[in-house]
């Protein structure tokens, strides 16, 4: 889910896109089969055996580019431990009982309006998400993919001073 984007502090290159993707397609894969029903919607791809083989993949065809990749494979780190503790993390090496939703939309809903866990998550996620668009007037598509695309240690640094105020 997009609103399980972590905050982000890194003091390395690295690239937002890539972080964003990485954080993303666990879900994406896995929300995808689980509407097929062939997945409990954290299957396969919430699986460490996953992040290592697929941020693999993204450093060849990336080039072998370690900005790109790393942030790839925190990306997906970082999904996994967010989801903790109902994650496969160890399949295929520990066998887990997936258990399947018959009704996965109105499972996901029924959550969001009853689990309050669910609904604040999801909540400040989008706080966050718009927050970081008004701090860096991310107002058009253009800025928008500067801003994702950019490999760059300056821009970090002022993000975190952002961040420094606001918990000061
Ligand atoms: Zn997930």
Not at 46 to 57: C, D, E, I, Q
Not at 76 to 97: A, G, K, M, S
């Amino acid at each position: 889910m997009i609103f399980e984007l972590p905050q982000i502090k890194k003091k390395f290159q690295f690239n937002r896109f890539a972080l964003i993707t990485g954080s993303l397609i666990p879900d994406l894969i896995d929300k995808a089969l689980m509407f097929l029903s062939i997945s409990s919607g954290r299957g396969y791809s919430h699986t460490l055996l996953f992040s290592v083989v697929s941020s693999l993949f993204v450093f060849l065809i990336t080039k072998r580019s370690k900005a790109i990749s790393i942030s790839y494979f925190i990306g997906t780190l970082l999904h996994l431990l967010l989801d903790l503790p109902d994650v496969p993390l160890l399949f295929p090496f520990i066998p887990y009982d997936f258990t399947y939703i018959e009704d996965p939309f109105g499972f996901w809903l029924y959550k969001l309006l009853h689990d309050p866990f669910t609904y604040i998550t999801e909540i400040s996620g989008l706080i966050i998400l718009i927050f970081v668009i008004i701090i860096n007037k991310l107002f058009s598509f253009n800025k928008i993919t500067v801003y994702l695309l950019k490999n760059s240690k300056k821009e970090i640094k002022i993000e975190n001073q952002y961040e420094d105020k606001l918990t000061s």
